[in-house]
C-alpha cells in the first residue's frame, strides 16, 4: 500500500502543471473557482470521488447560469394592435422559466398573442410549466394564444407535460 501511495504521489506531482497556479488570475473564473474547489475538497475529504463530485456539480451551476444569460425574449405588435408576436431566444429550461414568464405584460388588452419559439429548445418540466402559465393568463385574460415554431423534441415535451390544451386548465389556473 506504501508504493502505491508514493507512486501515486510522484504521478501527482510530475503530472499537475505548476504552471496554472500562476495563472489562475487570467483563467476564467468559474474554472477558477472549479479547479480550487475540487482540489480543496479532495485535500480535505481525503476522497477523490468527492473532489470530483464537487467539481462537476460546480461545472454544472456555473454552465447552467451562463446559458441562462443567452435567453432574449423580443416582442412586435401588429400595426392594428391586435396581436403581439413575441419572439424567444435561446434555451428555455429551469435557470430561465422565471425570465420567460416576467417578458409577459399579461394586461395588454390584446385578441391574439403568438409566441415563436422557432430559435428556442425548450428542456424541462419547469419550462414547460412557465408555457403553460403563459398561455393561461394570456386567456384568461381573453386572447387567444399560439405556439408557433416549437422544434420536434420540444414539441414532445410540451405534447406530453403541458395542460394548457387540456380540458379545466384555465380553471386549475384559477384556483391556485
Given at each position: ?7 501515486m ?7 499537475f ?8 488570475k ?12 475540487t ?6 475529504t ?9 467539481g462537476v ?7 447552467a ?7 432574449r425574449v ?12 413575441n419572439s ?14 416576467a417578458?409577459?405584460d399579461f ?9 415563436d419559439v422557432t430559435?428556442a ?17 394570456f386567456?384568461?385574460e381573453?386572447?387567444?394564444?399560439e ?5 420536434e ?24
Amino acid at each position: 500500500m506504501a508504493a502505491l501511495v508514493a507512486i501515486m504521489i510522484m504521478v501527482s506531482i510530475g503530472t499537475f502543471s505548476w504552471i496554472l497556479i500562476k495563472n489562475l488570475k487570467f483563467h476564467p473564473r468559474s474554472s477558477s473557482v472549479v479547479m480550487l474547489a475540487t482540489v480543496v475538497g479532495v485535500v480535505a475529504t481525503h476522497n477523490l470521488a468527492f473532489g470530483a463530485l464537487i467539481g462537476v456539480l460546480l461545472s454544472g451551476i456555473f454552465f447552467a447560469w451562463k446559458i441562462s444569460q443567452l435567453f432574449r425574449v423580443t416582442s412586435s405588435l401588429s400595426e392594428d394592435g391586435t396581436t403581439r408576436t413575441n419572439s424567444i431566444e435561446g434555451q428555455l429550461f429551469f435557470a430561465s422559466a422565471d425570465e420567460f414568464t416576467a417578458s409577459f405584460d399579461f394586461k395588454e388588452v390584446l385578441e391574439k398573442v403568438k409566441i415563436d419559439v422557432t430559435h428556442a429548445h425548450i428542456w424541462d418540466i419547469s419550462s414547460v410549466i412557465a408555457v403553460d402559465m403563459v398561455v393561461l393568463k394570456f386567456r384568461r385574460e381573453g386572447a387567444e394564444v399560439e405556439i408557433i415554431g416549437l422544434n420536434e423534441a420540444s414539441e414532445t415535451i410540451v405534447d406530453r407535460l403541458a395542460i394548457h390544451d387540456k380540458p379545466g386548465a384555465l380553471e386549475r389556473l384559477m384556483g391556485h
